[in-house]
C-alpha cells in the first residue's frame, strides 16, 4: 500500500465557453502521481499545462467551465467535493505557488501577516502561534534575516525573496502536494537555480508530491523525476526524465529538445518546428501536431493517436511508436 | 537551404491564415459596425437621437402653430384642444410646437458646449499627455483649480458672471467641460505615451507631431470620445438647470429647461402638460448615456 | 549560401582591418529619483555607467545580464530614446549628435526591435502601415510606403495579402515578432538592435524567429546587436558576447572564448547557474545567492564585490578596467582586479603564471 498514489488524473477534458466557440483548453489527460515524486508538466503557451493544474486545486469559474473525468486526491474523488470541502484542501493539502509572486500577495499587509493569516484560517492556532510558524517557514525558505522581513511589505522584497516567501506561503499548512506554476519564470538566472534548489531540497525533506508546470526544458530537468509535456491540450507523451530528454520520441518533444538553440550548431539554421499549434476552439479530428510534423504519414490523419506505453512506463501519442517504425536511441545525441 | 526555408514560410502562413480567417474576415471598423448592429439597446438610443435631431431640423415643417403666439383664452389647456395636439402652455402656446422648436436650443446646447471642449480639452490634454514634465504640471494645475468647483457650482458662476443668453450658457458650459476632457485626454495620452510604438516611431525618425497625430490620436479617439458623449446628458441637463434658474435661455425662446421651469407651476393645474418638458430632457439625456456606453462595447480592441 | 557572410565577419583576420560600425564610448545614463515635496534627487539608479564597446560589420554582438544590468537601457540610449548623460556613440566613423551625424539620419542606419511585440505596434493601425510608417516619415509617398511594407511582409514569412490589412491583436506573438522585424527592416538599416526580441516567445516560435533573422542577416548583410537575458540565445546567435554586471561591462569576448573560458567570477556564475539539462547530473550548488543588487548607490569600487567570494579590500577601493591580459586571447577583456598582476589582489599573480 505504500505505492499508493497521492493523485490520479483521469481522462480529464476541460472546455470554456468563449464569444467565438468552446475552447478545447484540456482533453483526454490522465496520469498519475506517487508520494513524494516530482513531476514536471512541459508545453507552450495553451498547451493547457496551466489549466490542468488549476483543474486539481479547483480554481476554475465553475459557471464558465465544462469538467469531465475524474481527479482523484488521497482517496477523494476533488470533482464531487463541496466548495467547503474544496476551500480545506485547498492551501492545506494541496498548496500552489504561481508565477508572479508581486501579484500573487495582498500589497497592504506584510508578508508575515499574510503567512500567520492563512495558519489561523486552515488550523485554527493561535496568532501567536501562527506568528511564531511564519518565521520559522521563512527560515525554512532561507530567507535571510528572517525575522526583519516578516514585517516587510511585498513591494519592499526583491522577486527572489518574494518567490521564497510565496513558497513559504504554500507550505505553511504542510500540503502533501505542491503545485507550482512556473515559480521561476519571472527570475533571473542566478536566482532561478536557488529556487529550483529550494524547492527539490523541500521536496526530499518533507517528502512533499510536486507538480511543476513549466515551458523551459531546463527547469523541468533540473527538478522532475518525471515528464509529462502536452500538445494542444493532450499529453503527446510521459517517461522518466531522464529517459526522455535522453530520447524523446514524439517528434513535437524531439523538436523542443533539438530544434531550439541548446543543442544547435553555431551559425546553422536550426531545425525549426514550422507553423503555429492549432486553435483550440477548432482542433482537428486528427493527431493535432500532423500539420506541423516532418514524419507525418496518411494513417496520422485518420484519427487522434492513443497515448500508446512502451518501454520503461513511457508512452506517447505517436502512430511510428505503436508501428514500431521509431528507433528509440537515435534522437538527440549530444546528452 | 532555400527550398526549405520557403517551404517552412508556405506551411506558417497556410496554417495562420485557417486559424484566423475564420474567425476575423473584417476590419476594425467593421466589425465595430456587427457590434452595433446587434445591440438593440443602443440601436433604439440612437434612433431616437436621430428622431429627435431629424424632429430639430424639420421643427418649422412639424409644427403646427407658431410657437410664440400665445393666447389668453386657451391656456394650460389639455391634450387635442382646439387642435393643439399636446395642449397648451401658461401662456396659451402649442406645447407640441414649443417642444419641437425647444429641442433645436437643448441640442445646440447640450452638444456644442460638449464639441466645443472636446476640441479644447482634447488639444490641451495630449500636449500635457505626450510631452509631460513642466508643461503637463502647468496645464495640468490650472485645470485642478478649474475642479476644485462642482460643475453645477462653476456654471452658474460663469454664466452669472457673463449674464444669460445662449451664447453665454454654451461659453459657461464648454468652460465647465474642459477640465474633465483635458484630464481624460491627459491620461491615456500618458498611457499611449508609454507603449514602446511611440518609442518605435521616435526611433524611425518622426517627429512629434506626425507621431501625434498618426499614433497617439488614434489610440485615444474611443475613450475620448465615448467620455465627450456621455458628457452631452450632464450638458442637456445642466443647460436646463441654468434655464430653469433663468441663467440660460431667455424667454420668449423655447427650450426644454426653461419650458419646464415656466411649467412648473402648472403643475397643479395639468401636471401631464408640465411633465412634458421634463419627460424629453429624460429621454434625450438617457439616449446619449446608453449611447455612449453602446460604443464603450463596440469599440472595445480586445473582443 | 546564406550563411557565409556571418561566418565571413566572425574571421578575425577580415574584421580587424575594419573600422567599428558602431562604437560606444563611456555612455553614461542615470536616472534621478525625485519625491518628496518639491521634486528633489532623492536617489540615482546608476543604469549605465562608463560603458564602451565596438560592434564590427556584418558581426552579431550580445549582450547578456541579468535585470538591472543596464543591458536595454544601453541599446536605447544608443538609439536616442533616452539622452546619454555622457559619452559618446560613433556609427562609421562619425560621431552622432552635434557636430556628426543628425539623428534623423541615424535612424535610417539602426533600427530597434522590441521585446514585447504588442507594445510596439499600434494597436489602431493595420500592419501595413506601421511598417510602412518609418518610410513615410522620411518623405516616401504613402503608395509607395505601402508598396515596399508587402514586400517586407513576405521577406518575413508573411502573406502580404492575408497580412497588411490586420490589426495586431490579430496575430499571434511569433507573427507579431515577424512584424516588427519587417518593421525595423523598412528603413533599410545596417544595424539592429535586438532588445530581447525573441524572449516573450514560446520556444518552437522563437527557434523560426532565430532562423529568420539569421536569414535576413546573410541576405541584407545586417549587424545586429543581440541583447538577451537567455545565455543559450546568446551563445547560438551572437559572434562575440558582452557580460554587464549593474551598469557596467565586466568581461567581452568571442563568444565561445567567454562561455568556454570564462575570467570574471559574475561571468562563471551567471553560466553555471544555466540548468543542466541533465536530470542525471544536476547543479547542487547556486553558484550566487541573493538577488541581483538595485542600481540606486551601486557598491563602490568593483560593483560585483558584494556577491564575490574573492572580495577583498583592493575591490572595494577601485573600480578595475576592462582590460585584455597576456594570458588570454587578444580580443577577449575583463574588469577584474584578480586578473591584473598589479592590482594587489592576493589571487592576482597566480591567474596570471600558468598557461
Same mark, same amino acid.
Given at each position: ?335 | ?303 | ?139 516616401? *509617398? &504613402?503608395?509607395?510606403? @505601402? %508598396?515596399? #511594407?508587402?514586400?517586407? =511582409?513576405? !521577406? ?32 533599410? *538599416? &545596417?544595424?539592429?538592435? @535586438? %532588445?530581447? #526580441?525573441?524572449?516573450? =516567445?514560446? !520556444? ?37 558576447? @558582452? ?113
Amino acid at each position: 500500500m505504500n505505492r499508493e498514489k497521492i493523485l490520479s488524473v483521469e481522462d480529464l477534458s476541460v472546455r470554456f465557453k468563449s464569444d467565438e466557440g468552446i475552447v478545447n483548453a484540456v482533453s483526454d489527460v490522465s496520469f498519475e502521481l506517487a508520494h513524494g515524486e516530482a513531476l514536471g508538466i512541459l508545453g507552450e503557451s495553451g498547451s493547457g499545462k496551466s489549466v490542468t493544474l488549476r483543474t486539481i486545486i479547483g480554481l476554475l469559474p465553475r459557471n464558465r467551465t465544462d469538467i469531465r473525468g475524474r481527479v482523484r486526491f488521497d482517496g477523494r474523488e476533488i470533482q464531487d467535493l463541496s466548495n467547503d470541502e474544496m476551500n480545506a484542501i485547498r492551501g492545506a493539502r494541496i498548496a500552489m505557488v504561481f508565477q508572479e509572486p508581486m501579484v500573487a500577495f495582498d500589497p497592504v499587509f506584510t508578508v508575515g501577516e499574510q503567512i500567520a493569516e492563512t495558519i489561523v484560517r486552515h488550523d485554527g492556532s493561535s496568532w501567536a502561534d501562527a506568528n511564531r510558524r511564519a518565521l520559522d517557514l521563512l527560515e525554512l525558505v532561507q530567507i535571510p534575516s528572517a525575522k526583519r522581513r516578516l514585517a516587510s511589505y511585498p513591494h519592499e522584497m526583491s522577486g527572489g525573496m518574494l518567490q521564497r516567501s510565496m513558497i513559504a506561503l504554500a507550505l505553511s499548512c504542510g500540503p502533501q502536494l505542491l503545485l507550482a506554476d512556473e515559480p521561476t519564470t519571472a527570475l533571473d538566472v542566478s536566482v532561478q537555480i536557488q529556487i529550483i534548489l529550494l524547492l527539490r531540497e523541500l521536496q526530499r525533506e518533507l517528502g512533499m508530491s510536486v507538480i511543476l508546470v513549466t515551458h523551459d526544458v531546463g527547469v523541468a530537468a533540473e527538478i522532475s523525476d518525471r515528464l509529462a509535456v502536452m500538445y494542444a491540450g493532450r499529453i503527446v507523451e510521459t517517461g522518466t526524465a531522464a529517459e526522455m530528454i535522453e530520447a524523446p520520441c514524439h517528434p513535437y518533444t524531439d523538436g523542443l529538445l533539438s530544434s531550439t538553440v541548446l543543442n544547435a550548431t553555431k551559425g546553422k539554421k536550426l531545425n525549426a518546428i514550422p507553423g503555429a499549434p492549432p486553435d483550440l476552439i477548432a482542433l482537428p479530428r486528427e493527431c493535432s501536431f500532423a500539420p506541423r510534423c516532418r514524419h507525418v504519414q496518411q494513417q496520422c490523419l485518420s484519427g487522434i493517436p492513443r497515448l500508446e506505453p512502451f518501454g520503461k512506463g513511457r508512452a506517447t501519442r505517436c502512430l511510428r511508436v505503436s508501428e514500431g517504425q521509431l528507433e528509440l536511441q537515435s534522437a538527440n545525441p549530444a546528452l | 537551404m532555400v527550398s526549405d526555408s520557403e517551404n517552412y514560410v508556405a506551411a506558417n502562413t497556410s496554417l495562420t491564415v485557417t486559424v484566423t480567417a475564420a474567425r476575423r474576415n473584417q476590419g476594425y471598423w467593421g466589425r465595430v459596425w456587427t457590434r452595433l448592429l446587434r445591440d438593440w439597446g443602443t440601436l433604439a438610443a440612437i434612433s431616437i437621437i436621430a428622431l429627435i435631431l431629424l424632429a430639430a431640423i424639420f421643427a418649422p415643417l412639424l409644427a403646427t402653430h407658431d410657437p410664440t403666439q400665445g393666447s389668453v383664452l386657451g391656456r394650460l389647456k389639455g391634450f387635442g384642444y382646439n387642435g393643439h395636439i399636446l395642449g397648451t402652455d401658461e401662456t396659451g402656446r402649442d406645447l407640441y410646437s414649443r417642444l419641437l422648436y425647444g429641442s433645436r436650443l437643448t441640442l445646440i446646447t447640450g452638444v456644442l458646449p460638449v464639441l466645443l471642449a472636446l476640441i479644447i480639452g482634447g488639444f490641451l490634454g495630449v500636449i500635457a499627455g505626450y510631452f509631460g514634465g513642466l508643461i503637463n504640471s502647468l496645464i495640468m494645475r490650472v485645470m485642478d483649480v478649474l475642479y476644485a468647483f462642482p460643475s453645477v457650482l462653476l456654471a452658474i458662476a460663469i454664466t452669472g458672471m457673463l449674464g444669460s443668453g445662449v451664447t453665454n450658457t454654451i461659453l459657461a458650459l464648454t468652460i465647465t467641460f474642459v477640465p474633465p476632457l483635458v484630464r481624460i485626454s491627459e491620461t491615456v495620452t500618458s498611457q499611449t505615451r508609454a507603449m514602446d510604438f511611440i518609442e518605435v516611431a521616435r526611433s524611425s525618425g518622426a517627429g512629434s507631431f506626425t507621431i501625434i497625430r498618426f499614433h497617439v490620436l488614434s489610440n485615444i479617439l474611443a475613450p475620448v470620445l465615448i467620455y465627450a458623449t456621455s458628457l452631452i446628458s450632464i450638458s442637456i441637463i445642466l443647460a436646463a438647470g441654468l434655464s430653469f434658474l433663468g441663467l440660460g435661455v431667455t424667454p420668449p425662446n423655447a427650450e426644454w429647461g426653461l419650458m419646464l421651469n415656466n411649467l412648473r407651476s402648472a403643475i397643479w393645474v395639468n401636471p401631464a402638460i408640465a411633465a412634458f418638458p421634463g419627460l424629453m430632457i429624460f429621454i434625450t439625456s438617457m439616449s446619449f448615456n446608453l449611447m455612449s456606453d453602446g460604443l464603450r462595447r463596440a469599440m472595445d480592441l480586445k473582443l | 549560401m546564406t550563411g557565409t557572410n556571418a561566418n565571413m565577419a566572425s574571421d578575425p583576420a577580415i574584421v580587424e582591418t575594419q573600422r567599428p560600425l558602431l562604437s560606444v564610448e563611456n555612455l553614461r545614463k542615470h536616472f534621478p529619483i525625485k519625491g518628496g515635496l518639491f521634486g528633489r534627487t532623492q536617489a540615482v539608479v546608476q543604469a549605465v555607467d562608463d560603458v564602451s564597446f565596438e560592434i564590427r560589420k556584418g558581426e552579431t554582438l550580445g549582450i547578456v545580464g541579468e535585470s538591472g544590468s543596464g543591458k536595454s537601457t544601453t541599446a536605447r540610449v544608443i538609439m536616442h530614446l533616452f539622452e546619454a548623460d555622457a559619452g559618446k556613440v560613433v556609427f562609421d566613423g562619425e560621431t552622432v549628435g552635434r557636430g556628426g551625424i543628425a539623428y534623423r539620419e541615424l535612424c535610417l542606419n539602426v533600427q530597434m526591435v522590441f521585446q514585447d511585440s504588442y507594445s510596439a505596434l499600434n494597436p489602431r493601425m493595420p500592419i501595413g502601415l506601421s511598417i510602412a510608417f518609418g518610410s513615410m516619415a522620411h518623405g516616401v *509617398p &504613402r503608395k509607395e510606403a @505601402l %508598396d515596399k #511594407a508587402a514586400i517586407l =511582409l513576405s !521577406k518575413v514569412g508573411l502573406d502580404p495579402a492575408t497580412f497588411a490589412n490586420r490589426y495586431s491583436h490579430e496575430l499571434s506573438g511569433g507573427q507579431r515578432q515577424r512584424v516588427n522585424i519587417a518593421r525595423a527592416l523598412a528603413l533599410k *538599416p &545596417r544595424l539592429i538592435l @535586438l %532588445d530581447e #526580441a525573441v524572449s516573450a =516567445l514560446d !520556444k518552437s516560435i522563437e527557434a523560426q524567429v532565430l532562423d529568420l533573422l539569421l536569414d535576413l542577416k546573410g541576405e541584407l548583410d545586417l549587424t545586429y546587436l543581440f541583447i538577451s537575458h537567455d545565455l543559450n540565445v546568446v551563445r547560438y546567435i551572437s559572434d562575440r558576447v @558582452l557580460v554587464m554586471y549593474l551598469g557596467k561591462v565586466v568581461e567581452v569576448g568571442p563568444v565561445e572564448d567567454v562561455y568556454e573560458n570564462p575570467r570574471h567570477p559574475y561571468t562563471r556564475a551567471l553560466l553555471s547557474s544555466m540548468p543542466s539539462m541533465d536530470p542525471r547530473n544536476r547543479t547542487m550548488e547556486a553558484p550566487l545567492s541573493g538577488d541581483p543588487p538595485n542600481p540606486i548607490n551601486p557598491p563602490s569600487g568593483c560593483r560585483f564585490r558584494t556577491r564575490c567570494r574573492f572580495a577583498e579590500t583592493v575591490c572595494g577601493k577601485s573600480s578595475p578596467a576592462l582590460t585584455a591580459h597576456s594570458d588570454m586571447n587578444a580580443r577577449h577583456a575583463v574588469a577584474c582586479h584578480m586578473h591584473d598582476p598589479g592590482s594587489g589582489h592576493s589571487l592576482a599573480s597566480q591567474t596570471e603564471a600558468p598557461e
